[in-house]
């Protein structure tokens, strides 16, 4: 193929992947709810169009990357990211998310600011700590400048982590009114449901039952239904009592620990003994 042939040729493969784009935005942005079907589709067929492009992260240095590719190459891996949250594929949002962090990281000098950067920042902290991953956490919160923490999607992870780490559990839990952006209700709620689990767990530790109306307030749960059905989903046992007005834990949930007191006064005497002997 001539030159001339092949720049028509790359021409033309960029305004078929700039229309497959406008494509794949409007079928994740769309309101009331994403068209992840559509998305999904339309998705596949852009990763294969962009394969053709000469500036692919990670392959291409910043200072010869084409800076339209990248542009149509980052927000394709940022769509992705909020597609796979509709699609509760988390393996899927941590992959294209690693993707999109290349194109931060190793492009920002050429690429202007992303509008979507700092919800999928937030995204992404959310992520780690529904998961438990708190090093993980504080490893990626590390590369993200101070000043930016601040920012509504940083700020907001940041504030759910401080929670966990007081044990203000009921402040998680109501949390799910207060997400910066509609894409952060699944890891709420991801993370809600961890944190539900404990304070049920801690109860069934701590009581024999409680008023229903109580254990109602504990768990955030707003009716009888919701705690029967949170109960039995679960598989905790319940013996969830409208009549009476109670909760009634399995006694199984309960362990009896003896403390063997004398013996360890005696052992604690004899380390004193050998220790004074020892001085």
Not at 62 to 78: F, G, H, V
Not at 153 to 167: R, S, V
Not at 194 to 200: L, M
């Amino acid at each position: 193929l001539s030159a001339a042939s092949r720049s028509n040729s790359r021409s033309a493969m960029a305004a078929a992947a700039a229309s497959l784009l406008k494509s794949l935005r409007e079928a994740a942005l769309k309101k009331p709810s994403p068209d992840v079907a559509t998305a999904s589709k339309v998705l596949g067929q852009l990763k294969v169009a962009i394969m053709s492009f000469s500036s692919l992260p990670g392959m291409t240095p910043a200072a010869e990357a084409n800076k339209d590719e990248l542009l149509l190459i980052r927000e394709t891996y940022e769509l992705a990211c909020l597609v796979m949250v509709e699609q509760k594929d988390i393996p899927g949002f941590e992959r294209h998310m690693s993707l999109a962090k290349t194109c931060y990281s190793d492009y920002g000098s050429v690429l202007p600011q992303s509008e979507y950067q700092y919800q999928l920042q937030g995204l992404n902290l959310l992520c780690l700590l529904a998961q438990s991953k708190i090093a993980e956490f504080h490893t990626e919160l590390e590369l993200i400048p101070v000043d930016l923490w601040e920012n509504p999607c940083i700020k907001f992870p940041i504030k759910l982590e401080q929670y966990l780490m007081e044990g203000s559990y009921p402040k998680v839990l109501t949390s799910v009114d207060q997400v910066p952006a509609p894409s952060f209700h699944y890891f709420v709620s991801m993370l809600s449901g961890t944190v539900r689990d404990s304070i049920a767990e801690s109860s069934e530790a701590a009581y024999e039952s409680l008023p229903l109306d109580e254990a109602l307030r504990m768990l955030k749960i707003s009716t009888v239904e919701e705690l029967e059905d949170y109960a039995s989903m679960r598989e905790r046992g319940w013996d969830v009592d409208r009549a009476g007005k109670m909760v009634r834990f399995r006694e199984e949930h309960k362990v009896d620990l003896e403390v063997p007191s004398q013996r360890l006064i005696v052992e604690t005497l004899s380390y004193a003994k050998e220790l004074e002997r020892i001085v």
